[in-house]
């Protein structure tokens, strides 16, 4: 399950309102709220330097973090939304949501592939194509994967792997329903005969 949870570091905002906000945002901080759980919302300031090295890395509003807060017991959240200047498009503001150990969340997580080095179609000079390296889950967050595996054992060149060739942990499912493409075998450039290109490149669109 997962150990790699990122922490996200905060100050307790000791003001509220606009004036202890604009105070925070001259002061190089990002004035945000964490609420839920049943407790109360505590104010918080983020470093805005941090927050947006974090927002410029990718999928923020589905990563889970380890919000540490000094005076307060660490804290799983996930962004539920992030205000931004209407001119220079920099976060203003941000909201975080408190997860109870048996919330269910939506989360990206890796795909990791095995069996390469005993697949038929890779001995014979075979390419995995990694269509998706991760794969958006609905998942509780008190078990949350590492990552998910495609085991290609048995793969030969032209052979097309969807998520339903993944054993997914009990309580985890895919947040698209269809039975979109993972990955596929293809042969050596120039030789031909790969997976089926259509189904590869809708899937990829799909990203």
């Known amino acids: 399950m997962a150990g790699e949870i990122p922490d996200l570091i905060a100050l307790e905002r000791t003001g509220t309102g606009k004036g202890a906000a604009r105070q925070a945002r001259r002061d190089g901080l990002v004035p945000g709220i964490v609420y839920g759980d049943d407790k109360e919302p505590l104010p918080i300031n983020i470093k805005f330097n941090e927050l947006l090295k974090r927002l410029k890395a990718g999928r923020f509003l589905s990563t889970l973090f380890n919000l540490k807060v000094e005076g307060h017991d660490d804290v799983r959240v996930i962004c539920r939304g992030v205000q931004r200047d209407v001119v220079k498009d920099l976060p203003t503001h941000v909201d975080f949501m408190r997860l109870h150990r048996n919330s269910r969340v939506n989360l990206f997580i890796p795909v990791v592939i095995t069996g390469e080095e005993a697949a038929p179609g890779i001995k014979r000079g075979g390419v995995v194509t990694h269509v998706r390296s991760d794969v958006e889950l609905i998942v509780t967050a008190s078990d949350i994967p590492d990552h998910i595996e495609l085991d290609i054992t048995g793969g030969n060149i032209g052979d ?4 339903s060739d993944v054993k997914l942990p009990a309580g985890v499912k895919p947040v ?3 039975d979109f493409v993972i990955a596929n ?6 030789l031909g005969g790969g997976a089926d290109e259509e189904e590869t490149e809708e899937a990829a669109a799909e990203e």
Do not use: L
Not at 160 to 163: E, Q
Not at 185 to 190: C, L, S
């Open 160 to 163: 097309v792997y969807h998520i």
């Open 176 to 178: 698209i329903e269809r």
């Open 185 to 190: 075998i293809t042969a050596p450039a120039g």
